[in-house]
């Protein structure tokens, strides 16, 4: 519908704000004053806690404030647009998308159902979202451990030097000072801090300690290689495990900073943080798109694979999303903004996979708890070791001490720690890579251990966009007519099948009237008024629980429709009670579906199920193409979670693959939640554990293999560590391993589990 044709009264975005609030279960009222910059809600408690209700308020105000900020039609009457998408953007309050209606007097107004009895009120204040202060140039800590270490080696060498050509005492000394200070700087900051704030030891202070005593019995020299070799090692992690978070800020690199924008003066070259929403930019052949948007003139195709991992460019006409950093392979289009620059689908991306790496593992943890309690007995030891010989046994002090500096090196769980972190961060940067991401270590290890995967059919296991198969009226009623008529309630719908019904009366050419009284009864239909009398359009359940019996006819039609597994809607006019007919829908199968369930049996999946809420029918006919264990049919929200429940009590570990936007109560109750076609939809990013980027079903077996490979290698690692430290400590105690070698044999074993924990940024499935 043109907004040329439609007065709109003086509706602020901010306005919208609070009527789509308005919609939000235990959201009683708001009051927004733009003027004085303030959004009250009032709320039921019972509903809503109070940090929810906090966080819905703060959210709503930044929302409003950005709106007419940047809104280049602000103050003019062409504002539905831009009301619709305001109610997107919203959909994360919601358990379902808010409706945006314009309404017959000209009023914007989006609502969803409320309940309503006690009263609390949060508020916030609308300001601008804070403006990054601009960064001062300044070296990294890698870059410090880098020239720390250089020193280190300098003056440890210096020192030796000095001592060989008889240089005065002083020089080596000096020499040797520096060299310690270099090498043990960020282990005793670090290790200091720590002991002062959480009153706990690490590896870094039992280094250092472990130094300093080798200088008190007369060894300098093997205390300076050990800070040393210990910094080098620290160096050489850093350097390594920032690796794995450069591969994905490089693709922040990737978006172009400036972008050719469509002005008054006509096409000007801007930078891309000044796009404003609305906005229309030109991409070229061989160019980057610089922002989010919607292709409003032109067709091209788009490599999309630094968004979604797909290989193979993607056609893309006017409506079609584009994303920021994807590179425009043939034509040139013209892009209407739709997010800006910090809120692109890109930036998100780069924000949670730097959400993911600080998320630690459930491994990590149990690690890093079990180094501070090993770091104490560590310590506990080498007290021992330095006072029992020399008073039982009436051993030298500084071979006694001596050792107990060796014990302090060798025993430390340094390899051990570090082998589970640059493992998983490894596996979630090339996840990212690929358009797989993992919202954190924990949910990488919960993916490994998935015994099943539980599928939604629409638009998970088939494409989602089901077409209007036959249409198949009463015999006093015409085609067309049974079509139109079920059309005009459908469009008031944002169900698939709603969408299928409508297109096909469009291509028809038909005129779709209005309707009046709409209402969605969830898992069976609509309802409404449609030519001043009423209309019902829904499935079998809908005529059940209203004991409305099929005619014999009709039921056999139904029957032999839903055998070949099409989806049937039956029209009818309660009022006169006159059948209008049926009309069968299908959505058609992915082509990969069938390999994917193959290779998820190969990865040692043992049970592969579908969920739908179509008929048994049409569900059997499905599973059987597919391959599935096992399909459950005709299935409401609250069923879905029913099964899940079983299947996690029956078989072990389970994943929920949806579209992240409906079936959200399972999602959120499975093992895993993974959300499919991610990219561009904020609901599938917020919600889901595991998100594929790309409508592309292959990724979801790649996802399991990384995460299994993820698995193997950190049992790799920690059993390699757990080796090298009995051997050390049995070579320190029985074979006299020297302070140097038992150096160079714990901080070896720290380097190798990071190389090995980072083979899996080549992983290719």
Same mark, same amino acid.
């Given at each position: 519908?043109?907004?040329d044709h439609?007065k ?14 308005i919609?939000?279960?235990g ?5 927004l ?14 509903l ?9 308020a703060q ?5 409003a ?15 539905n647009?831009?009301?619709?998408r ?5 959909t ?10 314009l309404?017959?007097?000209?009023t914007?107004?989006a ?6 009895t006690?009263?609390?009120v949060?508020?916030?204040?609308i ?5 990054p202060?601009p ?6 800590k890698?870059?410090?451990?880098t020239?720390l ?9 210096g020192a030796?030097?000095a001592g ?9 000394t000096?020499?040797?000072v520096?060299?310690?200070a ?13 002991l ?7 590896v870094d202070l039992?280094?250092?300690v472990?130094?300093?005593g ?7 020299a093997d ?11 620290n160096?050489?992690q ?7 978070r ?5 693709l922040?690199?990737l978006r ?7 002005t ?6 801007l930078?891309?943080?000044k ?9 070229r ?14 067709t091209?195709?788009?490599d ?12 893309k ?23 800006l ?5 890109l ?34 030891g080498a007290?021992l070791l /330095?006072?029992?010989?020399?008073l039982?046994?009436?051993e030298?002090f500084?071979?006694a ?8 090196v060798?025993?430390?769980?340094c ?12 596996a ?9 991401l ?6 990488l290890?919960?993916?490994?251990t998935?015994?099943?995967v ?5 638009g ?23 079509l ?10 944002e169900?698939p ?11 028809r050419g ?14 069976q239909g609509?309802q409404?008024t449609?030519a ?8 079998v ?6 004991e ?12 032999a429709l ?11 006019r309660p ?21 994917v369930?193959?290779k998820?049996?190969?990865l040692?999946v ?5 969920l /739908?809420?179509?008929n ?17 049919a ?9 099964v899940?429940?079983r299947?996690?009590?029956q ?7 949806g ?18 076609g991610?990219?561009g ?9 595991v ?26 690692n920690?059993?390699?560590?757990m080796?090298v430290i009995v051997l ?12 140097p070698?038992g150096?160079?044999?714990?901080e070896?074993s720290?380097?190798?589990v ?12």
């Amino acid at each position: 519908m043109s907004t040329d044709h439609i007065k709109i009264p003086e509706v602020r975005c901010t306005d919208i704000v609070g009527d789509t609030l308005i919609g939000y279960d235990g959201v009683l009222e708001t009051r927004l004053d733009y003027e004085h910059a303030r959004l009250q809600i009032t709320y039921d408690p019972r509903l809503l806690e109070d940090a929810q209700a906090q966080e819905i308020a703060q959210e709503a105000a930044h929302r409003a404030w950005a709106r007419v900020q940047h809104c280049p039609l602000a103050g003019t009457t062409t504002c539905n647009d831009c009301a619709a998408r305001l109610a997107q953007d919203l959909t994360q309050f919601f358990g379902q998308p808010p409706k945006v209606v314009l309404q017959e007097n000209g009023t914007l107004v989006a609502r969803l159902p409320r309940r309503a009895t006690l009263t609390a009120v949060a508020e916030a204040e609308i300001t601008p979202p804070p403006q990054p202060a601009p960064a001062r140039r300044r070296w990294s800590k890698l870059t410090w451990e880098t020239l720390l270490t250089i020193t280190t080696l300098v003056a440890l060498l210096g020192a030796v030097a000095a001592g060989h050509l008889a240089a005065p005492p002083w020089v080596s000394t000096a020499l040797f000072v520096l060299a310690y200070a270099a090498g043990g700087y960020f282990g005793f900051v670090e290790g200091i801090e720590l002991l002062l704030t959480e009153r706990e030891i690490d590896v870094d202070l039992l280094m250092v300690v472990a130094a300093l005593g080798a200088a008190l019995v007369g060894q300098p020299a093997d205390g300076a290689v050990l800070l040393f070799l210990f910094s080098l090692s620290n160096t050489l992690q850093s350097y390594a495990l920032g690796r794995t978070r450069r591969a994905i800020e490089s693709l922040m690199d990737l978006r172009p900073p400036t972008a050719t924008v469509k002005t008054e003066k006509g096409w000007e070259t801007l930078p891309v943080e000044k796009l404003r929403l609305g906005d229309i930019v030109m991409v070229r052949p061989g160019e980057r798109f610089p922002i989010d948007g919607e292709v409003v003139a032109g067709t091209t195709e788009v490599d999309q694979s630094p968004i979604t991992g797909e290989s193979v460019p993607v056609l893309k006409e006017p409506g079609d999303k584009v994303f920021a950093a994807t590179v425009n392979t043939t034509g040139t289009v013209e892009v209407r903004v739709t997010h800006l620059a910090q809120e692109s689908t890109l930036a998100k991306i780069v924000q949670m996979v730097e959400e993911a790496q600080e998320a630690k593992a459930k491994t990590q943890r149990a690690l890093e708890d079990f180094e501070r309690r090993y770091a104490k007995f560590v310590l506990g030891g080498a007290v021992l070791l /330095t006072a029992v010989p020399p008073l039982v046994f009436h051993e030298p002090f500084d071979i006694a001490f001596y050792r107990a500096m060796t014990w302090l090196v060798v025993a430390s769980p340094c390899a051990l720690v570090i082998s589970t972190p640059a493992t998983i961060l490894s596996a979630i940067a090339n996840g990212a890579r690929k358009g797989v991401l993992f919202k954190g270590g924990a949910h990488l290890e919960r993916t490994a251990t998935l015994e099943v995967v539980a599928f939604d059919k629409t638009g998970t296991l088939t494409v989602g966009e089901p077409q209007v198969q036959g249409v198949h009226p009463t015999e006093d009623v015409d085609e067309d007519e049974l079509l139109r008529l079920v059309a005009a309630l459908e469009s008031r719908s944002e169900h698939p099948i709603a969408r299928a019904l409508v297109h096909a009366a469009q291509q028809r050419g038909l005129e779709i009237p209005p309707s009046a009284d709409f209402r969605a009864v969830v898992g069976q239909g609509v309802q409404g008024t449609v030519a001043g009398e009423p209309l019902w359009v829904g499935n079998v359940r809908m005529f059940h629980e209203r004991e409305v019996p099929l005619p014999a006819s009709l039921a056999e039609q139904l029957t032999a429709l839903e055998a070949q597994g099409q989806t049937v809607v039956i029209a009818y006019r309660p009022e006169t009670r006159r059948w209008l007919g049926l009309i069968a829908v299908a959505d058609s199968l992915r082509p990969e579906a069938a390999d994917v369930v193959k290779k998820l049996h190969d990865l040692g999946v043992k049970h592969v199920v579908m969920l /739908t809420g179509d008929n048994e029918q049409v569900a059997a006919a499905i599973a059987a193409k597919v391959g599935v264990d096992e399909f459950y049919a005709e299935l409401l929200p609250k069923d879905k979670v029913r099964v899940l429940e079983r299947l996690q009590k029956q078989y072990g570990p389970t994943a929920m693959v949806g579209d992240g936007v409906n079936d959200a109560p399972a999602l959120a109750l499975a093992d895993v939640g993974i959300a499919m076609g991610g990219a561009g939809t904020d609901v599938a990013l917020e919600t889901a554990d595991v998100v594929l980027m790309a409508d592309n079903l292959h990724h979801l077996p790649y996802a399991i293999g990384l995460a299994r490979k993820a698995r193997r290698v950190v049992w790799q690692n920690l059993t390699f560590a757990m080796g090298v430290i009995v051997l050390l400590v049995a070579s320190a105690f029985g074979a006299g391993l020297t302070l140097p070698w038992g150096v160079v044999g714990h901080e070896g074993s720290t380097v190798l589990v990071v190389l090995n924990g980072l083979r899996l940024l080549g992983y290719r499935g």
